[in-house]
C-alpha cells in the first residue's frame, strides 16, 4: 500500500452539487492532515487542517478524519466551476519525522 | 503578515549546466523551510528542509544541495544539471514543531532541462 492515496480522477460534478473527495493512508502513526488545492501550473493553497477524528467545517469545506479506517475526506458543498482544480492530501507519520507525505491528487472538473 | 518569495518562475537550462534556485521568507522569524519537486501528474517529493541556519536534511539521494545561510533564505542548488531534474520545484515555509503546521508555498519554478 501506498502511503497516501487518492483516486486520481477526474472526478466530474455538476455545478451545485457536492464533491466528496477521498484520501486513504497507510498504517501508521499519524499526527497532522491536510487538504491542498493546486490549480494547474500553480503551487498548493491550503483548504484545510485537521488534526483529531470527526468533521471540520470551514464555509463550503468540510473536512473528515476517521484514523481507525485510516482515511480523510474532504466535501466542497455547492461545487461552483472555480473549484476546478488538483486536490492534495498530507499525512505527517511520527516515523518520517512529521514530513508531510503527499498523495498523487485528484483531479476536481466542476461542470456548469 | 508571512510572504514568500520564489524566483525565477521558469528557468530552461542545458544539461550539465548549474543550477541556483532562491527562496526568501518574510514576516516571520526561524521558519521551518522545504525544497520539493513535483513531477506532472505526480505529488509532491520532498528534497531538503532545513529548521535553523545551517541545518539541512536531504531526504532522497541526487545531484542537487540546498543551503540555507540566512535565517529566512533557502537556497536550492546543481553543479551539473540531469534531464531527470526537470520539474516544478517549490519551496515552502512552516513554524512550529514538524508536522504540526501547514505548509505555505511560494509560486515554485518550473525547471526544463535541455
Known amino acids: 500500500q501506498k502511503e497516501v492515496e487518492q483516486n486520481s480522477g477526474p472526478l466530474s460534478v455538476p455545478e451545485g452539487a457536492i464533491a466528496s473527495l477521498n484520501c486513504t493512508y497507510s498504517?501508521?502513526?499519524?499526527?497532522?492532515f491536510f487538504w491542498y488545492r493546486q490549480y494547474s501550473g500553480k503551487s498548493p493553497e491550503l483548504i484545510m487542517s485537521?488534526?483529531s477524528n470527526g468533521d471540520k467545517e470551514d464555509g463550503r469545506f468540510t473536512a473528515q478524519l476517521n484514523k481507525a479506517s485510516q482515511y480523510v475526506s474532504l466535501l466542497i458543498r455547492d461545487s461552483q466551476p472555480s473549484d476546478s482544480a488538483t486536490y492534495l492530501c498530507a499525512v505527517s507519520f511520527m516515523d518520517s519525522n512529521y514530513q508531510l507525505i503527499w498523495g498523487a491528487g485528484t483531479k476536481l472538473i466542476i461542470k456548469p | 503578515s508571512q510572504t514568500i518569495h520564489q524566483w525565477p518562475a521558469t528557468l530552461v537550462q542545458p544539461v550539465g549546466s548549474p543550477l541556483s534556485l532562491e527562496c526568501t521568507v518574510e514576516?516571520?522569524?526561524?521558519?521551518?523551510l522545504y525544497w520539493y519537486r513535483q513531477a506532472a501528474g505526480r505529488g509532491l517529493q520532498l528534497l531538503f528542509y532545513s529548521v535553523g541556519i545551517g541545518q539541512i536534511s536531504s531526504e532522497v539521494p541526487q545531484n542537487l544541495s540546498a543551503s540555507r545561510p540566512q535565517d529566512r533564505q533557502f537556497i536550492l542548488s546543481s553543479k551539473k544539471l540531469l534531464l531527470s531534474d526537470s520539474g516544478f520545484y517549490l519551496c515552502a515555509w512552516t513554524t512550529g514543531a514538524l508536522g504540526s503546521q501547514p505548509q505555505h508555498f511560494g509560486d515554485g519554478t518550473r525547471l526544463s532541462i535541455l
Open positions: 514576516g516571520t522569524s526561524n521558519p521551518n
Open positions: 498504517d501508521r502513526v499519524s499526527q497532522s
Open positions: 485537521i488534526y
